[in-house]
């Protein structure tokens, strides 16, 4: 049997690059990877403006007054965002401005407009008034051009994905297309003579509604694939054949169930015969009969019937390699270590992956019973615990490794 880690390996490395590039739209952008360099088309901020509401003034003006008593100068002008200075500010002078608006000319610092004391109306020449500074030193409040990214910087990285901050950035730097990867192209194969789909209201004696298939679909597409097949073969060699011919064109093709060595179990055989079989059996729990290989163009997983097994068969290998074919940096789930808070019985020779719930000091808690039928155990899993293949039974306390999940 393949170790974990000697499969994830060898399942990565069947990629050598993404997918093909291709435009989105920025507001479809969302969850997708960056597919090359995405430098600064402009400075940001464009131009000075203000940080605060307040006053703009010269420094050297400020600096004239006493901290107690405080400097009184007419208001020249007046600066809202969204318009431009008339003229450059002269020494002496205010000019009321408001969050980012444009710096004037020869203002040097902002007094926020809680440091000040504003008089409606001043001398003859003071149309806007007067403001006197109560706190002349606390000016500044100045952000500078260029100062978050200057043009052509680099804004984001290949392979990053695009979350709320990233579109925020694009946006600001006028982007409306993002080249992006595309996105995987997925079949789903579901086998067994018990299954029925949901269309089926009524199970007959000795009959189950195909779980795999929904549950599949919905993790493929919080991975970033996309579904664009459906089969379902009864567990005859010739129906699995045919259902691997409905499932050409694809870029990854996923099968559950029929991967074992039983006497209806046909998966592997068929894929021997049509395609490549790179490994069918690793040293984990649950999950023991996983199938990697190609059929034609595609690549192909032959993931456990089990609901759970195929799920965290799932998690463990197909998204990582989804991930890594739409072109994202971080193929991985995220690992943290958590503090068992009950006892965690565990057998040598494999390597586990429990489900487990999270309090918000990181104590993890089994998700009840981790039969591989369980699907139930799936519900409110946070993390999956990793219980070393060379570890036996660990106590309360113990702090492990994790796969974060939500």
Not at 196 to 222: C, F, K, M, W, Y
Request: net charge negative; glycine share 10%; proline share 7%.
């Amino acid at each position: 049997m393949q170790s974990y880690d000697e499969a994830l390996a060898q399942i990565l490395g069947s990629v050598t690059v993404p997918l093909a590039t291709e435009l989105v739209p920025l507001k479809q952008a969302r969850g997708r990877a960056v597919a090359s360099d995405i430098l600064a088309t402009c400075d940001l901020p464009p131009f000075d403006n203000s940080m605060v509401d307040g006053y703009a003034v010269r420094a050297a003006s400020v600096g004239s007054a006493s901290e107690e008593l405080g400097l009184s100068l007419p208001i020249t002008m007046e600066i809202p965002a969204g318009s431009w200075p008339t003229r450059a500010l002269n020494a002496g002078e205010a000019a009321r401005i408001f969050t980012g608006a444009p710096i004037p000319q020869g203002c040097d610092a902002v007094v926020m407009v809680e440091d000040t004391d504003e008089r409606e109306h001043g001398d003859e020449d003071d149309e806007l008034g007067r403001v006197t500074l109560r706190h002349p030193g606390s000016g500044g409040y100045i952000r500078r051009r260029g100062s978050d990214l200057v043009t052509g910087a680099l804004a984001i990285p290949a392979g990053t994905t695009l979350c709320a901050g990233e579109i925020g950035l694009l946006a600001a730097l006028g982007l409306t297309e993002i080249p992006c990867p595309r996105r995987p192209r997925v079949g789903i194969l579901s086998t067994g003579d018990e299954l029925i789909s949901l269309a089926h209201t009524v199970l007959q004696p000795g009959q189950i509604r195909d779980s795999n298939g929904p549950a599949l679909a919905a993790a493929i597409e919080e991975a970033g694939g996309m579904v664009v097949r459906r089969a379902h073969a009864k567990d005859t060699p010739e129906a699995v054949s045919e259902a691997f011919t409905k499932l050409s064109g694809c870029d990854l093709i996923i099968a559950s169930g029929g991967v074992s060595v039983g006497d209806h179990d046909h998966v592997k055989a068929v894929l021997e015969a049509q395609g490549t079989l790179s490994f069918w059996r690793i040293a984990i729990k649950p999950g023991k009969p996983l199938a990697f290989g190609t059929l034609g163009d595609a690549l192909f997983f032959g993931l456990p019937g089990n609901p759970v097994s195929s799920l965290v068969t799932f998690e463990l290998f197909v998204r990582p390699l989804l991930r890594k074919l739409a072109g994202h940096m971080g193929c991985l789930r995220p690992q943290i270590t958590v503090t068992l808070a009950t006892p965690l019985a565990h057998t040598l020779g494999r390597r586990e992956f429990v489900r487990a719930s999270l309090d918000d000091n990181l104590r993890a808690t089994p998700t009840g019973a981790q039969g591989s039928h369980r699907t139930s155990s799936m519900v409110g899993a946070d993390v999956l615990i990793i219980a070393h293949e060379h570890h036996g039974d660990y106590p309360t306390g113990a702090a492990l490794p994790a796969l974060v999940l939500s």
